[in-house]
C-alpha cells in the first residue's frame, strides 16, 4: 500500500524545533556513527547543463531509529541572485513508504548551528573566555544561541560587512540574542584576543586568514552551496590541527581541502578526529600549540535526525 507524507511547511518546523534539544539529537547521531547504527554516505552533487546551477542530495540512515532520508538542495542560478531551496524527505525502514516531506531551510539553520555547537563544546578549550561571531544571518544567530552557554564567555563580538546595511529593528535582534553580545566595527575587532572564531558566512571564498589571529584559537567553518566554497585559505590547513564532522565525506566536498590537496600538499590523513571520534573518545582534545580548525559540510544525518524529531512530535 503507497502513503503519502506528510507535508510540513517552514514555519510549522520553526515551531516544533523548538521543542526539541537539537545539539543533544546531533550528539546521539554521531554516536550512532561511531557505534555502527547510522550510515553516511558522501554527498551527491549532480549539476544543471549549461550553468544553470547544481543539486546536492544529502543522504542518511538511523538504523535504530528504522528510517533513512534525503535532502534535496538546488543552487538556481538566476538573474537576480542564486536562489536555493531544501526539501528532506523521510522514510521508512520498516514499510519501505514516505513519512514527512518537510521544508528544510530550518532544519538547515538549527543543523549547521548545532553541528558547530557540539564541535564548540568538545574542542574549545576549558577556560575559553572570547568568543567571535563573523556573519549576521539566520545561520549566525542561531550559532550564537546554541553556543552562548557551553563556556563562560566574558565577551561576544559580531561583525559582518553587511551590518552597516542593515536596520535599526535587525540590529536590535542581533544585540538581544545576549547581553554579553557587541557589535564590532570591523573584522580586526571582532578578533581581537578571540579564543573561539565561529565563520558564519555564506562567502564562496576565505573571509579569515588564521594567521592574523594574536593567539591559537578554534576556527569553526559552515559550508554554502557554491562550488569549492571555503571561508579559510586552502594552504592554511597545513599550519593548523584539523577536526571535521565525519572524515569520511567531509574532504570530498569541502573547497578549501580539495583545493588544498590539489595545489598546496596537504592530505585528508592529515585530519586529526571527526565528531564521531570526539564525542566516542576515541581522539584527545586538542593541545592549542597551533589553531585548531572545525570544518562541517552540513551531513544527510543531521537532516534525517531531525526530521524524524520532528515527525515522532508530530505522530
Given at each position: 500500500m503507497s502513503s503519502t507524507p506528510y507535508v510540513m511547511t517552514q514555519a510549522q518546523a520553526r515551531e516544533l524545533l523548538a521543542q526539541v534539544d537539537v545539539p543533544q539529537i546531533l550528539r546521539?547521531?554521531?554516536?550512532?556513527?561511531?557505534?555502527?547504527?547510522?550510515?553516511?554516505?558522501?554527498?551527491?552533487?549532480v549539476e544543471f547543463p549549461k550553468g544553470a546551477g547544481d543539486f546536492i542530495n544529502y543522504l542518511g540512515v538511523l538504523a535504530e531509529d528504522q528510517v533513512y532520508g534525503v535532502k534535496t538542495s538546488p543552487y538556481i542560478v538566476r538573474d537576480q541572485?542564486?536562489?536555493?531551496t531544501a526539501w528532506t524527505l523521510l522514510m521508512s525502514m520498516q514499510t519501505g513508504q514516505p513519512l514527512l516531506l518537510c521544508d528544510a531551510a530550518e532544519l538547515t539553520t538549527a543543523r549547521?548551528?548545532?553541528?558547530?555547537?557540539?564541535?564548540?563544546?568538545?574542542?574549545?578549550?576549558?577556560?575559553?573566555?572570547?568568543?567571535a561571531v563573523i556573519g549576521s544571518g539566520a545561520v549566525a544567530r542561531a550559532h550564537v544561541q546554541f553556543v552562548k552557554d557551553l563556556r563562560g564567555w566574558q565577551s561576544?563580538?559580531?561583525?559582518s560587512p553587511g551590518l552597516k546595511h542593515k536596520s535599526a529593528e535587525a540590529l536590535a535582534c542581533l544585540t538581544e540574542l545576549d547581553p554579553r553580545l557587541q557589535l564590532a566595527?570591523?573584522?580586526?575587532?571582532?578578533?581581537?584576543?578571540?579564543?573561539?572564531?565561529?565563520?558564519?558566512?555564506?562567502?564562496?571564498?576565505?573571509?579569515?586568514?588564521?594567521?592574523t589571529l594574536g593567539k591559537p584559537a578554534l576556527i569553526?567553518?559552515?559550508?554554502?552551496?557554491?562550488?569549492?566554497?571555503?571561508?579559510?585559505?586552502?594552504?592554511?590547513?597545513?599550519?593548523?590541527?584539523?577536526?571535521?564532522d565525519y572524515r569520511q565525506t567531509t574532504p570530498g566536498s569541502a573547497g578549501?581541502?580539495?583545493?588544498?590537496?590539489?595545489?598546496?600538499?596537504?592530505?585528508?590523513?592529515?585530519?586529526?578526529?571527526?565528531?564521531?571520534?570526539?564525542?566516542?573518545?576515541?581522539?584527545?582534545?586538542?593541545?592549542?600549540?597551533?589553531?585548531?580548525?572545525?570544518?562541517?559540510?552540513?551531513?544527510?544525518l543531521e537532516d534525517v535526525a531531525l526530521a524524524n524529531a520532528l515527525y515522532r512530535l508530530n505522530n
Open positions: 546521539k547521531l554521531f554516536r550512532d556513527l561511531a557505534a555502527g547504527q547510522a550510515v553516511q554516505p558522501a554527498q551527491q552533487l541572485g542564486p536562489l536555493v549547521t548551528a548545532a553541528t558547530t555547537a557540539v564541535a564548540v563544546d568538545a574542542l574549545a578549550p576549558p577556560q575559553a573566555r572570547r568568543l561576544i563580538h559580531l561583525y566595527d570591523s573584522l580586526e575587532a571582532a578578533l581581537h584576543d578571540a579564543d573561539v572564531v565561529m565563520l558564519c558566512t555564506s562567502s564562496a571564498k576565505a573571509v579569515l586568514d588564521p594567521q569553526t567553518s559552515i559550508s554554502t552551496n557554491a562550488p569549492r566554497a571555503h571561508e579559510v585559505p586552502p594552504q592554511s590547513l597545513n599550519d593548523m590541527d584539523v577536526f571535521c578549501e581541502m580539495l583545493i588544498a590537496g590539489e595545489q598546496h600538499g596537504w592530505d585528508a590523513s592529515r585530519i586529526v578526529g571527526d565528531l564521531p571520534q570526539l564525542l566516542s573518545e576515541r581522539v584527545a582534545r586538542p593541545d592549542y600549540e597551533r589553531h585548531v580548525f572545525f570544518r562541517s559540510i552540513g551531513l544527510g
